[in-house]
């Protein structure tokens, strides 16, 4: 089989946005430099409950704009969408204010703990005609395009099982560990999650087992989600453990693994499922590697503001709740609470 064209980048309708940063931490920061570095959108303000903090981001970013609060941002009018990256319990908080003000929406993965507040903040960004997404940034990447097409091919077959591991030693990173910042499970495992309802939907199954801190947050699981299709995809999570960040996906002919880690621009092989012998490989040319691929949703973002989207056509708003009501189960399930 030979790999697809990765869709192009819509530069051909895009226009530009202004944007601001609501909360200058070090995700926020990889998004900036990003965008600055290879996009063609404006990141203009910045703003901070500390004034201090957004300066120095300001000054390291060239971004002319700052802010001592957010609410200063949302209302200005130098600006037409927000990047949210504040701690996932406060992310709805300054979503939800951001619409009020009419400003556009990117939230940082994942959206919020809760999938019924996501569900109803989402609803009020349709009711108000503006767009909010999550950036699931892994989406937007030109592999992602070459993945759904071969996942449609002949060649390949019916999607019929799926093993993806996100599992890395995250503990000396504080904030993981801490509720209303951390959780495992919200916080890395939604990849595998997200990639699982790309290639199969919502699940009809759910099962977890893992092990939590005895501050009651999830440090790692093993979780096996089942399809009305009779697809199967084995999900490894640890915070604690390192293993290869891998995922690949085994077809009625082929098989596609994405190699380590699955989740930036990375190098997809096929191969046969038999000998398991590599046929053909395929990676990027681009020069964004690594994170640098953050500055790919920002761009499909202004294009869906230009199309007058208010819910990115490959990263729907029903799948960003089920993504999250499948974190709440497999929380349910360990007995984890990272909430406040």
């Known amino acids: ?16 946005l202004n944007w601001g940063i609501a909360a200058p931490g070090e995700i926020a920061g990889m998004f900036t430099d990003a965008v600055q570095t290879y996009g063609t959108q404006k990141i203009t303000a910045v703003a901070s409950r500390s004034i201090d903090r957004a300066t120095a981001f300001a000054s390291h970013h060239s971004i002319e704009h700052i802010f001592g609060s957010y609410d200063e941002l949302f209302a200005s009018d130098t600006i037409d969408a927000v990047y ?28 919020h703990y809760s999938s019924s507040r996501s569900r109803e903040t989402l609803a009020k960004a349709r009711d108000k005609g503006l767009l909010m997404t999550e950036a699931m940034w892994t989406r937007y990447l030109p592999q992602a395009s070459v993945i759904r097409q071969i996942l449609g091919s002949a060649e390949f077959g019916r999607p019929e099982h799926l093993l993806a591991s996100f599992a890395v030693d995250n503990r000396g990173i504080g904030r993981l560990w801490d509720k209303g910042t951390g959780g495992i499970t919200y916080d890395m495992g939604i990849y595998p999650i997200a990639f699982a309802y790309e290639v199969f939907g919502k699940p009809t199954s759910i099962t977890a087992s893992g092990r939590c801190t005895p501050e009651g947050l999830d440090e790692g699981s093993l979780v096996r989600l089942e399809y009305a299709s009779g697809a199967v ?12 960040c891998q995922a690949t996906i085994s077809g009625e002919k082929l098989a596609l693994t994405l190699e380590h880690p ?23 040319g681009r020069d964004a590697k690594g994170h640098s691929g ?34 709440e189960e497999i929380c349910r399930q360990l007995g984890s609470t990272p909430w406040l």
């Open 1 to 16: 089989m030979i790999f697809p064209t990765p869709t192009p980048l819509p530069s051909d309708h895009a226009t530009a």
């Open 84 to 111: 949210i990256s504040n701690h996932i319990d406060g992310h709805l908080d300054l979503a939800d204010a951001a619409l009020e003000a009419g400003k556009h929406v990117l939230v940082e993965k994942p959206l």
């Open 233 to 244: 995809a084995t999900l490894v999570i640890s915070g604690v453990a390192s293993f290869p």
């Open 262 to 284: 699955f989740f930036v621009p990375t190098t997809l092989q096929l191969s046969d499922k038999e000998l398991y012998t590599t046929a053909e490989s395929w990676s990027d």
């Open 294 to 327: 953050l500055y790919y949703q920002a761009e499909w973002f202004a294009s869906y503001v230009a199309q007058g989207l208010t819910e990115s056509p490959i990263h729907t708003h029903d799948e960003i709740v089920t993504n999250l009501e499948v974190a």
